[in-house]
Nanobody, 124 residues
Framework: QVQLVESGGGLVQAGGSLRLSCAAS????????MDWFRQAPGKEREFVAA????????FYADSVKGRFTISRDNAKNTMYLQMNSLKPEDTAVYYC?????????????????WGKGTLVTVSS
């Protein structure tokens, strides 16, 4: 099993920045990639960004390209999401997820492990 714990959410004004962290523990050697998803009230969970643990390949949703940056620190088993130029529509619960496989990295169904989420609220 892999345990994931997010931190770093909060309230920020539009145009501001936040950095989310996701600490992984347990059988982390089984992780192929880690993702960030988000879910706004009344909406489905959507893909935000992903990073492969070994090669560092990066993937982003079009809505966050150029504003968000995903990164990892393998030594600390921690993933980050630097969010800049935040918009009110970025308001959501942000979830960290991990996948053991290399396919379906941009859909919730492709993830094997989930954190409990951290709330990001962007005020206008």
């Amino acid at each position: 099993q892999v345990q994931l714990v997010e931190s770093g959410g909060g309230l920020v004004q539009a145009g501001g920045s936040l950095r989310l962290s996701c600490a992984a523990s347990g059988r982390t050697f089984s992780i192929y990639a880690m993702d960030w998803f988000r879910q706004a009230p009344g909406k489905e969970r959507e893909f935000v960004a992903a990073i492969t643990w070994g090669g560092g390949s990066l993937f982003y949703a079009d809505s966050v390209k150029g504003r968000f940056t995903i990164s990892r620190d393998n030594a600390k088993n921690t993933m980050y999401l630097q969010m800049n130029s935040l918009k009110p529509e970025d308001t959501a619960v942000y979830y960290c997820a991990a996948s053991k496989g290399a396919t379906r990295l941009v859909v919730p169904g492709g993830m094997d492990y989930w954190g409990k989420g951290t709330l990001v609220t962007v005020s206008s």
